[in-house]
């Protein structure tokens, strides 16, 4: 599935859905231990390494933060004020200094070339306009500065592509803009980044519409 990132990374200038986004932030949240399993080695893996100061966009509840070395400080992205108390308890557990902006990923608050690194998970399949955002954060990256990724995208034709298909409609109303064929590998390769790395892969699990995955290193 998604995380509770997923709820809201979205163009913040769109008004939130009170209840969609309340049920969302509960949802996801509640689903931490799933996403750990199914993705924790590989975020673990994608994560090492970083500096003491790491941007994300759409951090939601804090599904990454267990995933950071303790002691570092996180510029959580997250326009969804409902998940901001659940980032605040994760950041306590596991130690992390939190700055939260609520503000989206289309126009970032931060001064250009100011930080080495942004993290994003399950984020760019519900923005608004993924270039704009890739261009913000290319923006804020020095460089060298790296963009750490993990996103669902759409599936190869075939019965998994007809089925994101079908239910792409009303997945991207229940989870707020979501959206299941979305060509994301494409967004990141032709954003004007220096270097991309991008390894697909298979999600698995109960929750096949977001099956095709893809993780990856994107360098300023």
């Not at 500096?51 to 939601?60: D, F, H, I, N």
């Not at 004020?81 to 503000?103: F, N, P, S, V, W």
């Not at 460089?143 to 994101?164: C, D, K, T, W, Y």
């Amino acid at each position: 599935m998604t995380e509770t990132a997923h709820l809201a990374h979205r163009d913040a200038t769109r008004p939130l859905h009170p209840i969609r986004a309340w049920g969302n932030s509960k949802f996801f949240e509640s689903l931490d231990w799933y996403l750990h399993r199914r993705l924790g080695s590989r975020k673990r893996a994608l994560f090492a390494g970083l500096p003491p100061v790491v941007v994300e966009l759409g951090a939601g509840a804090g599904a990454s933060m267990r995933y950071l070395a303790r002691g570092t400080r996180l510029i959580a992205i997250e326009p969804n004020t409902y998940a901001h108390d659940a980032l605040r308890r994760k950041a306590a557990r596991y130690g992390i200094e939190l700055e939260i902006r609520g503000e989206g990923g289309e126009s970032i608050g931060l001064e250009s070339e100011s930080v080495y690194a942004v993290i994003c998970t399950l984020v760019l399949c519900s923005v608004e306009d993924p270039s704009a955002v890739l261009r913000e954060v290319r923006r804020i990256l020095r460089p060298g500065g790296r963009f750490l990724f993990i996103e669902h995208v759409g599936s190869r034709p075939g019965p998994l592509r007809a089925m994101q298909r079908l239910l792409r409609r009303p997945w991207r109303f229940v989870f707020d803009g979501c959206c299941l064929d979305r060509d994301t590998a494409s967004a990141i390769a032709t954003a004007g980044f220096a270097d991309v790395r991008v390894e697909p892969f298979r999600l698995g699990g109960v929750f096949v519409p977001v099956w095709p995955q893809i993780g990856g290193v994107a360098t300023a």
